[in-house]
């Protein structure tokens, strides 16, 4: 079954560890991530966005599937089913689907606006259990077409998102999506710092997580940051491990590629990716 993010975010602060978000774009992904998951014993997120949500059909589509495999892959570590970067509109939907937990990215509104349309989505995902992130200050680089400068959030709109009541919060630290360019400044720890004094409990989300090296990964747990996400580095080893199958010409004879066989490499890419992420995020052992 489905859980909210809440407890197991909860533990990850408090054992000051991280559990990582991964991001399914199809059926082959979500198995790996889950299988992996499940061989680690480590709590684990599905990030979703509005574009993989639309690839996959729609979220009821999604719902159906992951629910499906965690039914018939026998899995029983915590997974969240939640939604990435989601828009208002997104996030309602999202929320009738079956998700169980949504990310409403309102850092694109004015102060005012963000806290307005924040507080009706904490409300709704409290009555139903479910557990919700908000962002302040963009998170850089480019995701679905909409581009973020990688900026730095105000510890003190941060503290006025929070206290809303959402269950994580993705403060801008100078992350971007994707690789990070040679001339990238590093992440703020001294904005993260400021963010954690301020929101106390709050677990912290760190966004970008593809390419920042190992030890700012530690510092940043060490500062709150409680989970991870991760979509690029899965895209890379999915794609390089793909495209060598292809390359070494292991069709058959008359009738194409086997279409599991073509896809089998990418998901073990997905799961070595995976698996080195929460090793690396200290989650391993914490279902
Ligand atoms: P990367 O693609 O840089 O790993 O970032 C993923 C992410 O933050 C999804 O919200």
Not at 59 to 69: C, D, E, F, L, P
Not at 99 to 125: Q, R, W
Not at 150 to 158: K, L, T, V
Request: hydrophobic share 40%.
């Amino acid at each position: 079954m489905l859980v909210s993010a809440k407890e197991m975010l909860t533990k990850a602060k408090a054992g000051k560890y991280a559990v990582g978000q991964f991001n399914i774009n199809n059926l082959e992904w979500t198995k790996s991530i889950l299988l992996t998951a499940e061989e680690l014993k480590s709590p684990v997120i599905l990030g979703v966005s509005e574009g993989a949500g639309k690839y996959m059909c729609g979220y009821k589509t999604v719902v159906g599937m992951v629910n499906g495999m965690l039914e018939e892959l026998g899995i029983t570590v915590p997974v969240a089913l939640h939604l990435d970067h989601g828009s208002y509109e997104g996030a309602k939907a999202c929320i009738e689907a079956g998700f169980s937990s949504i990310m409403f990215d309102g850092s694109h509104y004015p102060i005012e606006e963000n806290v307005a349309k924040t507080k009706e989505l904490v409300a709704i995902c409290n009555e139903k259990g479910m557990s919700i992130e908000a962002e302040v200050g963009s998170i850089g680089g480019e995701e679905d077409g909409v581009v973020g400068a990688g900026e730095c959030a105000d510890p003190e709109e941060c503290k006025m998102i929070a206290d809303l009541g959402v269950t994580m919060l993705a403060a801008g630290i100078g992350n971007i999506h994707g690789k990070y360019p040679e001339n990238w400044a590093g992440l703020s720890f001294e904005t993260l710092d400021a963010v954690q004094k301020l929101t106390g409990d709050m677990p912290l989300v760190l966004h970008g997580g593809t390419g920042i090296p190992e030890d700012m990964i530690k510092k940043a747990i060490s500062l709150g940051v409680s989970k991870i996400n991760v979509n690029t580095e899965c895209q890379l080893s999915f794609a390089d491990a793909t495209r060598k199958y292809i390359e070494a010409g292991k069709d058959q004879e008359g009738k194409g590629f086997d279409p599991r066989k073509l896809l089998a490499p990418g998901a073990d890419a997905i799961k070595a990716t995976v698996k080195e992420k929460m090793e690396l995020f200290g989650s391993v052992g914490k279902a």
